[in-house]
């Protein structure tokens, strides 16, 4: 029986120019989820991770610390379809249309205007209200990758991984919290795509969620686990 690991990666740049760069925060989230690996003496055997900065970032923040240690880590096996899916870069498109016709958005926004310390909250609010017509298909922008073939993107990741994990072995995947989302539906069966969605805003950064894995099943162990960070510390974007 092996057990693989998937962790989201740190704190994003929420709200800045380029989202997929860590922030100071996610920087020293890392860092406490390395500290808390090496001292519970967590190895693995392979580690994955997407091609995404932010989740690149996250492992080697947690790479250097295991080196410094004198301990191994495996290097990365890039794999594409541990990527998030792009309803960001969609949103980036077609959120400055919609905030000047869309009432909900628009009520959104004037919040912010009147209190600066809505902005975080109200823009999550906003992604998510973007994130189901995105889902549901009611939104598509050329370009961008639609949530049905990131969805069948994640399958074939995880197949990739799971044809390549050999008995008892531990893995480490560097992932997102749509993309663990969709590999936890996987395991679950679990068929409503807006229900898989959704379960993206409960995935903390830096949390692993981990699996037991033998040639006939693949199946959750835990879910969404944060023992590393103190409340302050602890984000969802």
Known sequence: MSKIYFFRHAQASLGSDNYDVLSEKGELQALELGKYLISKKYYFDKIYVGTLRRQQHTYEIISELYKKNNLNIPDPIILEGLNEHQATEAMKTEMPKMISSDAYLIKLWKEIE?????????????????????????????????????????????????????????????????????ITAESLNIKEEMKIADLNFSIRNTSFTSFLYSREKFNLLSFNELPHLKKEMITFV
């Open 114 to 182: 009147l209190n600066p310390k809505k902005k975080n909250g109200n823009m999550m609010l906003g992604f998510k209200y973007f994130l189901n017509l995105w889902v549901n298909e009611k939104i598509i922008v050329k370009g961008i990758i639609p949530w049905k073939d990131f969805r069948k993107n994640v399958r074939n990741g995880l197949k990739i991984i799971l044809k390549n994990t050999n008995s008892n072995e531990n893995i480490g995947v560097f992932s997102s919290g749509g993309t663990i989302s969709s």
